[in-house]
């Protein structure tokens, strides 16, 4: 839940303002808008790697202001973040790249070396489990990347212009990736500059331009939300998602 | 050797390299110093333990006294010494070893010197038992006129403060060592963080703790110190050995030192690579620890 929330860096001017907006559990957002408008500083606010300047953020029901540094990562471990520069460890095979976030969250070898290659399987490239992240093509190592933020199945996914380095058909089959978790209850934010790929789906779009956000819902166009709509404008989201069997909001 | 599974490629840090070469180094100087300090305890104590066991009385020549009266002053005198509480022995030396222990200052012809030698009683004393001896040398005063006793006081105070000095300035040493040995594991460990600042970034992201990231510093500290400490005791154990080889040549100021080496020494000596080990790993856990808590994420 986002609450007048704006974003600057250093002393320089408000990249986002007056932000306000509420995720459903379980609900599937577009962040859509040009490069530049702000939609990955949007999602660092979500995935803690960013403070906001002004407002409130709520994160799975806590106040992210007053977290202490402890909580972060039990925080984090519920996040999936698919970065836009895929953030692969370059020493790390795709495998152990993958099975990262298992291994911090202490998952044991044995369950590691069953679940990890058969995602990595899944999103085709089983043949290249111990390829170093330099050895791939970006395509691979953005599906790497998915295949990381994905692996402990997150509460919340938020993936970066996740299909900008992949073919329109690898980019549709990681989509529909995205919405099996999203089916399974994980609340899914996918930052994506491409109307095309968002025209083909039917899902709510958090519009991102001149600082602010407004919510749009292809399947209601009269419900339109504006920049400095109360929070719940966004929420709750009924329709295919709400087979959530997650309690608390995003 | 010691390899660990880490996310972060630590191992090809041109920093972090030479570590082990610094910490062997660090070592090293540590293990002579600290045998230098437990040597130079060792000989204090010994010492000290000797020379508070005796004394020496000595009996100034009478002027015109012949050789059976001079006998009969100094067994008197050493009559009256033996009668002292806590005296358990005298040996009164001969002429020619009075001669030998005054050579340094007479000369090895201190006969045709003229000079008449006075006569010397080395006094053993009861461990743990001070004599009065203000009392004993009015006495001998009585029966031999001019006696002195030397209790070696002023010698025994300079030479242990000597010692002592030495061992202050070996002990520091040792703990400038150890002390700028941790300094130099945690400028690497932060220069590490800072290299690997992009990966520590993602490790955080996808939910680790601090510890978690200190602990793959931690395991590279201890990888590190201990190739560190092995190259380290191996320099220290080889010179030791060749200072035994010159002692054993004879070469005296290196002598007297192995001497008092003992083989109860090595066990405190062990404990400095050791130490130097957990140093690195307790300093890298905090200063990794530190320079996380200022990172923005």
């Known amino acids: 839940m986002f609450d007048g929330v704006a974003v600057r860096y250093g002393a320089g ?8 907006f509420t995720l459903a559990p379980g609900s599937f957002h577009f962040l859509v808008g040009p490069s530049g408008a702000g939609k990955s500083s949007l999602l660092k606010l979500i995935y803690l790697g960013l403070r906001p300047a002004a407002g409130r953020v709520e994160l799975f029901g806590r106040d992210v202001s007053v977290l202490r540094r402890s909580d972060y990562p039990g925080m984090r471990r519920r996040i999936g973040v698919v970065f836009q520069d895929f953030r692969l460890i370059e020493h790390l095979s795709a495998m152990d790249n993958v099975a990262l976030p298992l291994r911090i969250a202490g998952v044991r070898e044995s369950d590691i070396k ?3 290659p058969e995602l990595l399987g899944w999103v085709g490239l089983k043949h290249h489990l111990d390829a ?3 050895t791939l093509s970006g395509g691979q190592q953005q599906r790497v990347a998915i295949a990381r933020a994905v ?3 997150p509460s919340l996914l938020l993936a970066d212009e996740p299909t900008g380095n992949v073919d329109d058909n690898i980019g549709v089959r990681l989509m529909y990736l995205f919405e099996e978790l999203n089916k399974m209850g994980t609340t899914v934010v996918i930052a994506t ?3 095309g790929l968002v025209g083909r789906f039917s899902h709510r779009q958090l519009r991102i331009g001149n600082g602010t956000v407004r919510l749009t819902d292809p399947n209601a166009p009269n419900v339109i939300a504006s920049d400095a709509a109360p929070s719940d404008a966004a929420s709750p989201e009924p329709g295919p998602e709400s087979g959530d069997q997650r309690q608390e909001s995003a | 050797m010691l390899r660990f599974r880490t996310d972060l490629p630590l191992d090809r840090d041109s920093t972090a390299r030479f570590l082990p070469w610094i910490i062997g180094f660090m070592v090293y100087l540590a293990m002579i110093a600290a045998t230098v300090a437990l040597l130079v305890e060792h000989v204090t104590q010994r010492w000290q333990r000797d020379l508070s066991g005796q004394l020496t009385v000595e009996l100034p020549a009478v002027a015109g006294e012949d ?7 100094v067994n008197e005198a050493v009559e009256e010494i033996i009668d002292t509480n806590g005296i358990i022995g005298t040996r009164l030396l001969d002429q020619a070893e009075v001669k030998r222990l005054l050579s340094p200052w007479l000369g090895a012809q201190a006969d045709q010197l003229g000079v008449t030698l006075p006569d010397l009683v080395a006094v053993s004393l009861q461990p743990g038992v001070r004599p009065n001896l203000s009392e004993l040398a009015e006495r001998l005063q009585a029966a031999s006129p001019g006696a002195a006793i030397d209790d070696h006081a002023d010698f025994n105070a300079g030479a242990m403060n000597f010692l002592k000095t030495v061992e202050v300035l070996a002990v520091s040493l040792l703990a400038l060592v150890l002390v700028a040995t941790a300094g130099v594991v945690a400028f690497v460990a932060r220069a590490g963080l800072s290299i690997h600042r992009r990966i520590v970034e993602v490790v955080h992201l996808v939910g680790a703790h601090d510890s978690y990231i200190a602990r793959q510093f931690q395991a ?3 990888r590190y110190g201990f190739m560190g400490a092995f190259i380290g005791t191996l320099l220290a154990a080889a010179t030791l050995l ?15 030192a192995v001497r008092a080496f003992e083989p109860w020494m090595i066990w405190p000596l062990a404990l400095i690579p050791l130490a130097a080990v957990l140093i690195a790993m307790v300093t890298v856990r905090l200063a990794v620890l530190q320079a996380l808590r200022r990172m923005a994420y």
């Open chain 1, 114 to 116: 069953r679940h990890v």
């Open chain 1, 13 to 20: 001017p408000e990249v986002l303002r007056g932000i306000s």
């Open chain 2, 220 to 222: 590279q500290a201890f």
């Open chain 1, 151 to 153: 692996i402990s199945r």
């Open chain 2, 67 to 73: 050789e059976a009266a001079r006998k009969q002053r």
């Open chain 1, 193 to 195: 500059h491409n109307e």
């Open chain 1, 132 to 134: 170093l992240p330099a």
């Open chain 2, 242 to 256: 060749s200072a035994g080889v010159f002692a054993a040549r004879g070469a005296a100021p290196i002598s007297a």
